[in-house]
Each structure stands twice: as structure tokens, then as C-alpha cells.
T-cell receptor
């Protein structure tokens, strides 16, 4: 079974531009969540999508948005990029098993650099 | 909102020793506490989690304990091996309809052979 994939893996943008990152979850996983990881702020939750609906949202400005498609693939968009948006953006797909146990697998991340 | 404190920031042990990482949380509504391992340059992995209706959970050499009254939970790794060297993150949040995890700042575990 293929793992979580993210594209692109690396991205360089300039301030004021916008960017779209893509995440393909593990087949059968309907929940996709996004995280930002930086040396200064650590790991922070951005949002979660389930069955094409945003189910949860972290404390990020409205410049950060996302969506999920009917095949569970998800995209996140950051508009009007700022230097502080430079980070590793991780997505994870999740599944609640019949036992109630929760599995979660991360993608390799997209390294965004804003110049 | 939730606040998660994680200690220590760095932990150095000899192979075969035990390692304990502790986290405290502030929101009594939090009921789901996952732990992640992230090796250098790699993606995080969910290694174990615990819900507030359970006090302890084990999986081979790792275990997590939860004290709801004191609002703290800990990761225990026994018989450490060099491949356990990584950064470990704890998180807390309330599962169910609205799950917004808050992460600890991470503990860098170094296991010396």
C-alpha cells in the first residue's frame, strides 16, 4: 500500500506570492490533517479535513486555507506569503480502526522557503 | 487554549538504560495524548497514544502513563537502543468532533552505544 505523498517536496517563493501544496493520503484514509513545523514554533496544527469538509482548524490566519477532494486528496494554500511562513509543511492521513484505535501516517513534507 | 510543556529538552542515556519524557497539559477537556518520534531529516511517526479513560498503555519497549488529576503524561522507553535516538513530541487535544492538537516542543533523545 502506497504511503502518504506530498508534492512538491521543495519550493522557493518570494514574499507576497501564493503557494499551493498537495497531499495524497493512504488509500482508504478519509481524514487528512496539515501541520507546520519550524525550529522556532515547533509543530503546529493547521487544519483537518474529513470527507471534503474542514473538521478542525488551528490558530493560523486566514491566509492559510485548504480543501479536500472527493478522492481524499487535499491541498493547502498560503496567500500573500511572509518570511515567517518558511517551514516544513507536513500532512498526515488518519484512520480509526474497528477497535477504536487510531492510526496516523505522515507524508515526507514540503519544505517551503520564502525569500 | 491548551498549553503543553515537555521536559527534558535533551536526554542522553546509555544503551540499555530506560528513558522517561514528561509532558504536562493545561486543558482538562483534553482526552487524547499521542506521542511521535521524528528521526533526523525524516517524517514524524505516531508511536503510541493514550486516551483519558486509560491510565497506562504499553507496546513492547514503550509505554505511556497518564495522570488526569495532575494533568501530566509520560513516555517510558525501556532497554534503549541506538535506533531510539530521535526527537520525541507529545501532544494533547480533545478527540471527537473537534480535535485540535497542541504539541510539546520536543525532546532530543540520544542513546549512546
Amino acid at each position: 500500500k502506497a504511503g502518504v505523498t506530498q508534492t512538491p517536496r521543495y519550493l522557493i517563493k518570494t514574499r507576497g506570492q501564493q503557494v499551493t501544496l498537495s497531499c495524497s493520503p493512504i488509500s482508504g484514509h478519509r481524514s487528512v490533517s496539515w501541520y507546520q513545523q519550524t525550529p522556532g514554533q515547533g509543530l503546529q496544527f493547521l487544519f483537518e479535513y474529513f470527507s471534503e469538509t474542514q473538521r478542525n482548524k488551528g490558530n493560523f490566519p486566514g491566509r492559510f486555507s485548504g480543501r479536500q477532494f472527493s478522492n481524499s486528496r487535499s491541498e493547502m494554500n498560503v496567500s500573500t506569503l511572509e518570511l515567517g511562513d518558511s517551514a516544513l509543511y507536513l500532512c498526515a492521513s488518519s484512520l480509526v480502526l474497528g477497535t477504536g484505535e487510531h492510526t496516523q501516517y505522515f507524508g515526507p513534507g514540503t519544505r517551503l522557503t520564502v525569500l | 487554549g491548551e498549553n503543553v510543556e515537555q521536559h527534558p529538552s535533551t536526554l542522553s542515556v546509555q544503551e540499555g538504560d530506560s528513558a522517561v519524557i514528561k509532558c504536562t497539559y493545561s486543558d482538562s477537556a483534553s482526552n487524547y495524548f499521542p506521542w511521535y518520534k521524528q528521526e533526523l531529516g525524516k517524517r514524524p511517526q505516531l508511536i503510541i497514544d493514550i486516551r483519558s479513560n486509560v491510565g497506562e498503555k504499553k507496546d513492547q519497549r514503550i509505554a505511556v502513563t497518564l495522570n488526569k488529576t495532575a494533568k501530566h503524561f509520560s513516555l517510558h522507553i525501556t532497554e534503549t537502543q541506538p535506533e531510539d535516538s530521535a526527537v520525541y513530541f507529545c501532544a494533547a487535544g480533545s478527540s471527537g468532533g473537534s480535535y485540535i492538537p497542541t504539541f510539546g516542543r520536543g525532546t532530543s533523545l540520544i542513546v549512546h552505544p
